[in-house]
């Protein structure tokens, strides 16, 4: 299997659940994002991996805990999450996230989320 | 502030005809822009990239235009295909950091046979 891949691609769960979204890229890539997409409004960068180290989180409630045990695997951990937290959560590697770098993002299909 | 903004939010057109999606941006400095086409269901993918000293590029039926100066960029789509209905997303990146994309909201094709 080639590319990005994420599990689930649909999830609803109540407030009080614990669930874990997964990525999985056969890219060969060092970087891996997690981003949210909501309705009419523009992605929203949440976290970055560099070799597997978090480089970057972009104020995200702790309710969202990412994890990266490797360069090929990203999961996002939630935890009492809220209506508002609803989204499309969409997973991204890139060759390496250097600074000034052009590198192309490669996304997965996405999660589609519902929080009930 | 840092902003990129897309016109129109959705377009219908007929199978066959062109069409001209816009993005202004704000970004500063500038480094380079990307359009991304996202299907239904899917993850975005990129269309093309544009870096300052590229006015025009082509991929396929899919021609980007940036004017840097002015800081607009605009991807035409020629004779357009039911395939061609998605979101298309215009992404700016500045030079001041590895991470600093900035996104459009993005517009909504559809094409109708």
């Known amino acids: 299997e080639t590319g990005v891949t994420q599990t689930p691609r649909h999830l609803v769960m109540g407030m009080t659940n614990k669930k874990s979204l997964k990525c999985e890229q056969h890219?060969?890539?060092?970087?891996m994002y997690w981003y949210k997409q909501s309705a009419k409004k523009p992605l929203e960068l949440m976290f970055v991996y560099n070799f597997k180290e978090q480089t970057e989180n972009n104020s995200v409630p702790s309710r969202f805990s990412p994890e990266c045990p490797n360069s090929s695997h990203l999961f996002l951990h939630l935890h009492t999450l809220q209506p508002e937290d609803s989204a499309l959560y969409l997973c991204?590697?890139?060759?390496?996230?250097?600074?000034?770098?052009?590198?192309?993002?490669?996304f997965g299909p996405g999660t589609r989320l519902t929080v009930t | 502030k840092n902003q990129v903004e897309q016109s129109p939010q959705s377009l219908i057109i007929l199978e066959g005809k062109n069409c001209t999606l816009q993005c202004n941006y704000t970004v500063s400095p500038f480094s380079n822009l990307r359009w991304y086409k996202q299907d239904t269901g899917r993850g975005p993918v990129s269309l093309t990239i544009?870096?300052?000293?590229?006015n025009t590029k082509s991929n396929g039926r899919y021609t980007a235009t940036l004017d840097a100066d002015t800081k607009q960029s605009s991807l035409h789509i020629t004779a357009s295909q039911l395939s061609d209905s998605a979101s298309y997303i215009c992404v700016v990146r500045d030079q001041t950091g590895a991470n600093n994309l900035f996104f459009g909201t993005g517009t909504r094709l559809t094409v109708i046979p």
């Open positions: 890219l060969g890539h060092n970087a």
């Open positions: 544009m870096t300052f000293s590229e």
């Open positions: 991204a590697s890139s060759p390496a996230s250097a600074s000034g770098s052009v590198y192309e993002q490669y």
